[in-house]
């Protein structure tokens, strides 16, 4: 997970701590009333990719407060005994990693061309002799007459306003909150919201898991920095 999020150089003290980190798991006053401290391995390339505590809280079937906890055990480890990556994990807020540009930039081809596309196979019967009608993607089969959405099978026809679709997935990739999102695209705050959980499970499914990992990262250090400028 971390060879596509942190930058190369600090690939060898990614393995170095993660190598380390059972003798540490095992011997640190950290991690003794952190049971089982086995999940602490487990956590720690989340850790290096800074996952959000909710991402891994569902990962691990924790309370976010658990997640948090472990987290945040895990980070105090890795300031100890490799102080560079640590501050590698905690920059990675300000740069996006060449691979991570990369899925962006084949996602929102493939959704720009999904939704200019003109010519759609049947989903009935396979025909290519079909035609767009209306301005939702619907298209009527010009062979067994039946009209169909490409959009619903990536669940994407439960979404309004697709001509936003590409500006709101720039704003995931900022980390943009949803107040934000409402104010830059007119889109309200439930529906932004909705947006985002739609579009992360898009990527993933689209297999752009590395891209919806990243989205999840910038917004949790975005929620983050205003809570801080907030106290």
Known sequence: MY??????????????????????????????????TSLLIDI????????PHSF?????????????????VIRQLLAQHEPELY??????????PER??????????????????SVMPCDYCGSLSTVRIGHRL?????????????????????LSHCGLWL???????QGETCRTINQQLGINTDTASKWQIYFLWIMEQQGFSMLANYC????????????????
């Open 3 to 36: 060879h596509a999020i942190l930058p190369i150089e600090q690939h060898p003290a990614a393995e170095r701590f993660l190598l380390l980190l059972p003798a540490l798991v095992a011997t640190s006053p950290l991690c003794r009333r952190l049971r089982p």
């Open 44 to 51: 720690a390339p989340f850790t290096l990719t800074a996952q």
């Open 56 to 72: 891994i809280a569902t990962q691990f079937d924790l309370s976010p407060r658990a997640a948090r906890r472990r987290d945040n």
């Open 87 to 96: 501050q590698a994990v905690l920059n990675l807020a300000q740069t996006m």
């Open 100 to 117: 991570v540009s990369q899925q962006a930039q084949a996602f929102k081809s493939w959704l720009t061309e999904l939704l200019n596309t």
């Open 138 to 158: 619907n298209f009527r089969c010009r062979n067994c007459r039946r009209t169909f959405n490409p959009l619903k099978k990536y669940q994407l026809n439960e």
């Open 167 to 173: 500006s709101f997935v720039d704003l995931l990739l």
């Open 216 to 231: 999840r990262v910038k917004r949790r250090q975005r929620c983050r920095q205003i809570w801080l400028d907030r106290h």
